[in-house]
């Protein structure tokens, strides 16, 4: 099989990589790129552990070839602060214990973010909603709710 040599951008930055041409985008951030924020939690798709955004879409990256990120735009948990300072979602994350083992919460992150992006003001349910393919195991959810509903008001009220 013929490799891939793809050109995307990272958090803001180009990058350059070969892949195989069966190679997931996950297998490529945390082996070939060394952004190992994004987690394999399961490899189908059902845990939301590895979630980024590419191309402003939400996606599990164990699901996505990493050739489909030629030309594009990948957004990881390792592009959410500005250097020393943390996201306003990272940093309630923290204040409010809303994680513990922290598997889940890069991807949880990432799509909390995704969430607040397009709607700065949802509901508990949309949030829910929203958050539904990310899987904890530590934190039930109650916390992590009430964390993107303190941070959207917050990056509101910004």
């Known amino acids: 099989m013929k490799n891939f040599h793809i050109n995307t951008t990272v958090n803001g930055d180009e990058a350059e ?23 394999e939690g399961c490899g189908t798709g059902d845990c939301g552990a590895c979630s980024v955004i590419l191309n402003d879409r939400l996606v599990c990256s164990c699901l996505v070839l990493a050739a489909e990120a030629e030309g594009g ?6 592009g959410m602060a500005d250097g020393d300072k943390l996201h306003p979602l990272q940093k309630v994350f923290i204040e409010k214990a809303a994680l513990q083992c922290g598997v889940c919460t890069p991807g949880i992150l ?3 973010k995704a969430l607040l992006e397009k709607n700065p003001d949802p509901s508990e349910t949309e949030i829910r909603y929203w ?9 039930g959810y109650d916390k992590i709710i009430k964390a993107v509903q303190d941070a959207a008001a917050e990056m509101r009220s910004a």
Do not use: H, W
């Open 73 to 78: 735009k990948v957004d990881t948990i390792e």
């Open 17 to 39: 990589f070969i892949c195989e041409p069966d190679e997931t985008l996950l297998d490529v951030l945390r082996n070939r790129l060394g952004m190992t924020g994004s987690k």
């Open 110 to 112: 990432v799509a909390a």
């Open 131 to 139: 958050l539904a393919g990310n899987l904890c195991r530590c934190t």
